[in-house]
C-alpha cells in the first residue's frame, strides 16, 4: 500500500525536501504510482499511465540531485496531465475514438514547461469527449467517479485531474477550463483549481476546441502548490499568439501578507441563477469569513445580463467549426450529448456568431464596471453539489427548470470574460460531498486571487480532509 502521508504531501514540502535531500524523487514517483495502482481501478481518473518514463525520470531527478546541480522549482514532483493536452510520444485520445490511438510528435507549451521545470509526468487524467460537457464520462474512456461518494460526479471535463489530485495521485494537475471545467471538478472533488486569466498560461501546439474560451491552469490540493505551478507554467511563449507577457511577479510569494483592506462582494445567484439551498448556505457562511480577515465585505448581486445564450452560441459555432466535420463518418460512436450538441451547432448562422461577439463585449463592460468598485467577487462555484455519476447536468433545482448550462451558470461567465477565477474547498454537504467557494478577480490579477485564496486556506483549512478519502 501507498505510503498515504506521502502522497499527501504537498508540493511545497516535496519539492523542498528533494532539494534538502530528505525525499528522493524515486519516493516521491513511487509513492505516486502505487496510489494510482490501488485507486484508480475504483476511480478512473487516469487513461494512461507512463509509469516507465516516470521511474526513469525520477532516477534521473535523483541522480541530478547527487550531483548537486541546479535545481528547477518543480524537480523531482509528480504532475499529471489532462488528455487534451499534448504530451510528445504519449497517447492523447481527448476522450474520443477517433484518437483512441493518436500520439503528438510535439508537447504543449505547459508541458514543456513543466518538464523544464523538473516536473516528474505520470500521466494522462479522463476527460469527456473533446472536453464538451461538465462532468466527466465518454465512450471511450468510461466514468470518471467522485472519490468522497463514489456513485457520485466527479465534475469536468478536468474530472480525471481533480480526482487524482483528491486522492493523493500526485500533488499537481494540469486542468483546462473552456467553461468551468477546472473550477467544477475542483468543487466536486473538494480541491482547488485556478482558471488563470486568458492568455497567461501558453497553449501552443493542441487541437482546436474552444477559442478563446480556453484556458489552461493547475489542480491541487494548496494555494501555495497552485502559486508554485503557476510560477513555473505561465508566462509569453510566441508558440501562442494571444499569450501574455511576464508580469514579473511571484505568485508563491503573493500568498502572503493577507487581504486586510480589500473590497469583496458576495452573491449566492448572480441576481437570476438557480442555486440548491445546501449549496448557498455553506458558501455564503465561507465567504463571510472575509469579513473577518479585515476584508470590506458587502452582500451585493452584480447586476449583469445572463449570459447563457451569448456563451451557448460562441462555444457551439466553435466546437462544430472543429468538430462538425467529423459528425457523418463518426456520429454513431461519439458521445450522444456531443452529438445534439454538434447538431445543435450547425443551425448557427455567421449573423448569429458575430452578434453573440457584440453582446459579449457589451458583457464585459457590465462585468468591468462592477470590478471598478470591487477587488473580488465571490459566489458559490457550482450551483449543485455533486450528482449521480449516471447523469451528464442537472434539469431541475427545488422544482425550478434549468436550461442546459444554468448547473454551471456561475463559471461560464469568466470564461467570457477571461478574468483569473479559482475554485477553493468551503465546507462538506451533510452527506459527505464538497461545496466549493469561486473567487473571481480583476482582469490579469491572478495575484489577488491567490492571496485572498491563501488567507481563506488559512482560516478555514481543509487539507485535514483528504485523510478521510480512504
Known sequence: MADKELCLMPATEMAAAIRDKK?????????????????NPKLNAFCTLTDGAARDAAKSAEEAVGRGEELGPLHGVPVSI????????????????????????????????????????????????FGHKGVTNSPLLGTTYNPWVTDRTSGGSSGGAGVAVATGMGPLAVGTDGGGSIRIPASFCGVYGLKPQYGRVAKGAGFPGMGSFSHTGPMTRTVRDAALMMDSIAGPDDRDRASLPDQGISYLDSCEGGVRGLRV?????????????????????????????????????????????????????????????????????????????????DNVTANDYVKAGHQREAFWGQVNSFFERYDLLLCPSTAVPPFSAELSRVDEIEGRKLGPLSWVALTFPFNLTGQPAASLPCGWTEDGLPVGLQIVGRRYDEATVLKASAAFEEALPWAHKYKEIW
Open 23 to 39: 525525499l528522493s524523487p524515486v519516493e516521491a514517483v513511487d509513492a505516486a504510482l502505487e496510489r494510482i495502482e490501488e485507486l
Open 82 to 129: 489532462k488528455d487534451l493536452v499534448f504530451t510528445k510520444g504519449v497517447r492523447t485520445t481527448l476522450g474520443s475514438k477517433i484518437f483512441e490511438d493518436f500520439v503528438p510528435d510535439e508537447d504543449a507549451v505547459v508541458v514543456d514547461k513543466l518538464k523544464g521545470a523538473g516536473a516528474i509526468i505520470l500521466g494522462k487524467t479522463n476527460t469527456p469527449e
Open 265 to 345: 462582494a458576495w452573491t449566492p445567484d448572480f441576481g437570476y441563477a438557480a442555486v440548491d439551498p445546501q449549496v448557498r448556505a455553506i458558501a455564503g457562511e465561507a465567504a463571510r469569513v472575509f469579513a473577518g480577515l479585515g476584508c470590506e465585505f458587502v452582500e451585493e448581486d452584480p447586476g449583469f445580463d445572463d449570459p447563457e445564450a451569448v456563451f451557448m452560441t460562441i462555444a457551439q459555432a466553435d466546437v462544430y467549426g472543429a468538430w462538425g466535420g467529423k459528425l457523418e463518418e463518426w456520429g454513431g460512436k461519439m458521445d450522444p450529448t456531443l452529438v445534439e450538441m454538434l447538431q445543435a451547432s
